[in-house]
Structures are given as C-alpha cells and as structure tokens.
C-alpha cells in the first residue's frame, strides 16, 4: 500500500551550538518566508550558554520542534537532520545566519520547472550586526559546475544524499565539498541572487582557514 503521508517540499533546520546571540534573527528569518511549503526543525547541539532558553521562549512564539542532543560535531548532527527528514529538498541554516525572506520561493520557482540534485545561489557576506560588506558568488568565467557551494543554505534533494548514506562523519566540515564532490556532474542550479546573510565574525568556520582548507583537500582526494 502506498504511504499518503504528506511530503513538504523542504526540510529546512537550524543548526546551533552556542550562538544564542544570533538565534533570533535566524529563527524570524525561517518565519518570515514568503514561502510556506517547509517543514522546521532545530538541532541544539550540546550548547552551553543560554540557546536553550532563547529556542524555548521563541517556540512559545511559533511552533516548531527542539532536538537536543550532546555535543555530537557539525557532521554528525548533519546525518541527524537527515534521518529526520521529510521533505523532498534538505535546507540548513546555520544559527549565526539569517535567510532573506524570497529564499524558499526562489527555490521553489526552479524546481517546479525542474527536479535537481542541488541548487545554491549566491550569499550577503555580512558583519557581525548583519551589515553587508560584499555580495559572494559564481564568477563570470565559472562553469557552475566547477564551484564548489557554500554547505549552507543549498538545497539537495533529500533521496539524493541519503543514497550516498548521508555525510562521511569522518570529516568536521566541508560538506559543501562533498556535496559538490558527489554530485556537480549532475543537474544542478545555480541562483545569482543573494539569499541569505552569512556572518563573519571571530568565532565562525569562516576564519578557520586552515582547517577548512585541509579538510577540503582530503575530500577532493578521496578514491
């Protein structure tokens, strides 16, 4: 017998460990989209300041659910949002940023034309206060193929990951770089439209260059 369970578009999720100083904005900006097809979950992970507090007075706001968990690491708590998944397309936000609010819509206008394995599109680099300081994306000269997207905020098709078996947990970022590793000979999208603000600030993968880098350079390695 066929399931009738209803299938959102997207599963978008936050994820967040110990960024209550952000976690409002991020969590309007999932509340204010023009888009309403998504289903919202956010992942705490492990966090030791006062998120907890500020997730529980804003799910008195709005409705959505709370996984908590021990510190498990940015890749495993990946395949936790994955195993929780119900929609056809898998959306993260990071806790420290915040989505424009046409991001799922403009999704959402391409994959009605068509299905894709992923889509990203391109991002306000922003200050600490949310200030932009530059608008980041696929150069001219790029082949959309041939760049690597920022892990957050793409969209992938949910059947898509979980038949590669979810993220490899033997890495602690860069899962853009898989993504892009597994899939960018398929039919992807890219979006030249900023849809979501990613913070730079001191305590963000952002300035870990050396860490992202190296990690980077296993992935592309790989057999």
């Given amino acids: 017998m066929l399931s009738t369970e209803y299938q959102p578009l997207f599963s978008l999720y936050i994820l967040n460990y110990n960024y209550s100083k952000y976690l409002g904005a991020a ?9 309403k097809d998504f289903e919202f979950y956010l992942i705490d992970d492990g966090s030791t300041d ?28 990946l395949n936790v949002a994955l195993n929780r998944a119900k929609g056809k397309y898998l959306i993260r936000l990071d806790a420290d940023d915040f989505l424009s609010n046409d991001s799922l819509h403009s999704f959402a206008n391409l994959i009605y034309q068509q299905d894709y394995t992923y889509i990203f599109s391109a991002y306000n680099l922003a200050d600490e206060e949310g200030n932009i300081i530059s608008i980041e994306g696929v150069k001219e000269n790029k082949s959309i193929k041939d760049q690597i997207p ?45 849809l979501f603000f990613y913070r730079r600030h001191d305590s963000n993968m952002t300035l870990q260059k050396d860490k992202l880098n190296t990690e980077k350079e296993l992935i592309l390695l790989e057999g």
Wanted: aromatic fraction near 10%; charged fraction near 25%.
């Fill in 50 to 77: 006062d998120s907890l507090k500020i997730i529980r007075s804003m799910q008195e706001k709005y409705s959505f659910e709370l996984i908590e968990q021990e510190n498990m690491g940015m890749m495993k708590s």
């Fill in 150 to 194: 920022h892990g957050a905020c793409m969209a992938i098709s949910t059947e898509s990951l979980r038949s590669i078996g979810g993220y490899n947990e033997k890495y602690s970022c860069q899962d853009g770089t898989i993504v892009w590793k597994k899939f960018h000979e398929e039919n992807i999208a890219y979006i030249d439209k900023p």
């Fill in 27 to 35: 969590i309007e900006s999932v509340m204010n989209q023009t888009f």
